[in-house]
C-alpha cells in the first residue's frame, strides 16, 4: 500500500541542474523523515540529504552549498534540487520515509539515475 516514486532524473552537463521529486501514497509524508540516498556502480549507498518533520535539513558534505532538500506536506512529496552537478554526483538516487509510529517504519522508493557528464 505504501509507495514512494522518484522522478526528475536524467543525462544533464558538468554544472547543470536537475530537481528530483520523491511524491508517496500511503502515508502522511508530513510526519516522516524524508531523505535522499545515492548509490554509484561499486560503492555503497550513501546518504545524500534529509529533511525533517518539522522541516529541518541535513546534507552530506559531498553536497553541501549545491543541493537543496525541501517538502510539500499538502502534496505529499520531497524534492531535491541539485546544482552545480559533478560527474562524482553520477548515481542512483533513492528516496526514503523514516517514521517512529507504533514501531519504525522504513520505506524506500525504486530509485531515478542521474547521470552527469560531457
Known amino acids: 500500500q505504501v509507495q514512494l516514486v522518484e522522478s526528475g532524473g536524467g543525462l544533464v552537463q558538468p554544472g547543470g541542474s536537475l530537481r528530483l521529486s520523491c511524491a508517496a501514497s500511503?502515508?502522511?509524508?508530513?510526519?516522516?523523515?524524508g531523505g535522499w540516498y545515492r548509490q554509484a556502480p561499486g560503492k555503497q549507498r550513501e546518504l545524500v540529504a534529509v529533511?525533517?518533520?518539522?522541516?529541518?535539513?541535513n546534507y552530506a558534505d559531498s553536497v553541501k552549498g549545491r543541493f537543496t532538500v525541501s517538502r510539500d506536506n499538502a502534496k505529499n512529496t520531497v524534492y531535491l534540487q541539485m546544482n552545480s552537478l559533478k560527474p562524482e554526483d553520477t548515481a542512483v538516487y533513492y528516496c526514503?520515509?523514516?517514521?517512529?509510529?507504533?514501531?519504525?517504519?522504513?520505506?524506500w522508493g525504486q530509485g531515478t539515475q542521474v547521470t552527469v557528464s560531457s
Open positions: 526514503n520515509s523514516r517514521t517512529v509510529v507504533a514501531g519504525l517504519h522504513v520505506y
Open positions: 529533511i525533517t518533520s518539522n522541516g529541518r535539513p
Open positions: 500511503g502515508i502522511i509524508f508530513s510526519i516522516s523523515d
